[in-house]
């Protein structure tokens, strides 16, 4: 358990207008929990998922969200790190440093940060939706190829 007492905002509000998955919501609790002065975590998302009784699909979606967010940075595999103005620090100080060192395009107090998250869910989104025709659009390909491959196929006597 965490013993970090000073946080840079108190964004509880914030976070309710993101309107995120109960999945992200729940993995961001435990994250930060977890975390250490600063925000850094290290834990990959097997345990993530045992402590919170999730699949391991439900974790890397909670995950993803969260990264869209701009609340949870992915550092390396098993290694997170919280945004700075949602972190964990030792002293009002160290928070107060921390925030002012982050880049102005990570911050939660931009006026248009949900707006900017709803936005990044859609090209999200979009992004799948685009994969999931190239997929189908090459199947459908592959599968012409064989029939094409199968009709051009004759006994030799």
Known sequence: MSTLKWSATNADGLLADLDLPPAAYRALLKLR???????RI??????LGELLGL?????NAALRELELAKLVKKVRNGV???????????????????????????RLDSKT???????????????LAEQRKKRAAAA????????????SLHAVG
């Open 80 to 106: 997170y790190q919280i945004n700075p103005m949602l972190a964990g620090y030792n002293s009002p100080e160290d928070a107060l440093d921390a925030v002012k060192a982050m880049p102005k395009a990570d």
């Open 33 to 39: 929990a977890r975390s250490e002065a600063g925000g």
């Open 55 to 59: 699949s391991r699909p439900s974790v």
């Open 140 to 151: 459908a390909a592959k599968k012409a190829a064989a029939a094409k491959r199968r009709g």
């Open 113 to 127: 940060y949900v707006a900017d998250y709803h936005r990044a869910v859609a090209a999200y989104q979009d992004q």
């Open 42 to 47: 290290t834990m990959d998302q097997a345990t």
